[in-house]
C-alpha cells in the first residue's frame, strides 16, 4: 500500500535478475512447459478420422484447390529468422532450474504419450482425386443434374454444364471458352436460383486464366434443394452479396 523501502527494493531486483527480464523469461518457460503437456495430453484422446471420411475430405480438398490452382497464386511472405535467446547470450544459473523443469514436463509428457502411438496402425495414405474423376462420380449418381450452359453477350461463344446433387449439396460447373479475367479488376461468381430461396445462393467466387477447358467446384453458401437457374456474373473483385445482375456471362437452365 505504501510503496517498497531501499531494503524492500534491493531484496526485489535480486529475485528478478536485476531488471525484471529474467522473471518474465522464467514465466514464459513455465507457459511453453504447461502448453507442452496440455497438447500431448489433449492427442492421446483424439480419435483418428475413418478412412472413408477422412478420403473425401482429402479428396474434395485436393479438388477445391486444384481448380484455383491456375488462377489464384498469393505471394506468401517469407518469414524473418527467429534468433534463439539462449544462443544470443549465456543465461544465469538460477535460470537452470526452470530450463530442466520444462525438459522434465516435456520429456514426462511423451513417455506418457509414445505407448499410445505405438498402439496405432499405420495411417493409410490416400490419393485424392482429381477434379475430372470426382466430377464423373457425382454424375453417377441417380439423383444428380446436369444442365447444359451457354454463354451470353459477356461470353460469347462460351458453353458447358452444370452437375449439382442437392442429397450431398455438391456440384460442379465446367467452363468451356469462358473469357479470362483479371482478379484485381472483376472475377466470375456464380449464383444458384433455387425454389426454397427468397433470393440467388451464393456459389462462390473464382478465376479464370487461360482459355479452354475448366472445372470449378461449387461452393453454396446456402443448402440448395431444388434449383431452378445457375448463373455466372462478373463482379467486383471479391464478389458480392447481392448482385445487380447487370453483367450476367453463363447460364444453365434446368429443363
Known amino acids: 500500500m505504501f510503496g517498497l523501502d531501499p531494503e524492500e527494493e534491493r531484496e526485489l531486483a535480486r529475485l528478478q535478475g536485476g531488471d525484471g527480464a529474467d522473471a518474465w523469461d522464467e514465466a514464459a518457460e513455465l507457459e511453453q512447459a504447461a502448453a507442452a503437456v496440455a497438447m ?25 484447390f486444384a481448380a484455383r490452382a491456375e488462377t489464384d497464386r498469393p505471394i506468401r511472405p517469407q ?14 544459473a538460477a535460470r537452470w532450474p ?14 506418457g504419450w509414445w505407448p499410445r502411438a505405438a498402439e496405432r496402425p499405420d495411417p493409410q495414405v490416400v ?30 461463344g462460351a458453353s458447358g454444364d452444370v452437375v449439382w446433387q442437392s442429397r450431398a449439396q455438391s456440384g460442379w460447373m465446367r467452363l468451356v471458352g469462358l ?56 463482379e467486383k473483385p471479391g464478389g458480392v452479396v447481392v448482385s445487380d445482375r447487370e453483367r450476367i456471362a453463363w447460364v444453365a437452365k434446368p429443363i
Open 40 to 64: 500431448l495430453h489433449a492427442s492421446r484422446q483424439i480419435l483418428p478420422l475413418p478412412p472413408a471420411l477422412r478420403a473425401r475430405l482429402e479428396g474434395g480438398a485436393h479438388a477445391y
Open 79 to 92: 518469414p524473418a529468422p527467429v534468433v534463439s535467446q539462449s544462443a544470443a547470450a549465456p543465461q544465469p
Open 179 to 234: 473469357p479470362v479475367n483479371d482478379p484485381t479488376v472483376e472475377q466470375y461468381q456464380l449464383w444458384i436460383f433455387d425454389e426454397a430461396q427468397k433470393h440467388p445462393v451464393d456459389g462462390g467466387v473464382f478465376n479464370v486464366s487461360a482459355s479452354g477447358e475448366l472445372l470449378v467446384p461449387i461452393d453454396a453458401k446456402l443448402r440448395v434443394t431444388k434449383p431452378t437457374l445457375f448463373a455466372i456474373t462478373i
Open 98 to 111: 526452470l530450463a530442466l523443469l520444462a525438459a522434465a514436463a516435456s520429456v514426462a509428457a511423451l513417455l
Open 127 to 156: 490419393v485424392a482425386p482429381a477434379a475430372a474423376e470426382l466430377r464423373q462420380k457425382l454424375l453417377g449418381e441417380s439423383d444428380t443434374l446436369l444442365v447444359a450452359a451457354q454463354g451470353t453477350d459477356f461470353a460469347k
